[in-house]
């Protein structure tokens, strides 16, 4: 059902961003120190998730934005000229 919702590839990012915040809380709850390629390992995943989200924010937006622009081929958004030429062809006819 979430994956419906966000897609595949955000329950795939969401996931990966647990496992570092797990990593992590275990480490500072059992008070284990944590070796440096844990630490990268740990960060290269928390930033990667956090840019993921704001691209994906950014791309939604985008989307978003490009719905809302009038077609400008539309009938409905005919120029003064064309909406005359046509009424003047039919007037002829």
């Known amino acids: 059902m979430t994956i419906k919702a966000t897609g595949a590839v955000t329950a795939s990012v969401a996931n990966t961003a647990k496992r570092a915040i797990v990593i992590v809380g275990m480490a500072i709850a ?3 120190p944590l070796k440096f390629e844990e630490k990268v390992g ?5 930033i990667g ?6 691209i994906d924010e950014l791309v939604k937006s985008s989307k978003g934005a490009a719905k ?3 077609d400008v081929g539309s009938p409905h958004f005919a120029s003064p000229a064309r909406s005359t030429r046509s009424k003047t062809k039919k007037m002829q006819d």
């Open 30 to 32: 059992l008070g284990n």
């Open 49 to 54: 998730v956090f840019l993921y989200s704001i």
């Open 68 to 70: 809302n622009k009038p």
């Open 42 to 46: 740990a960060t290269v995943a928390i």
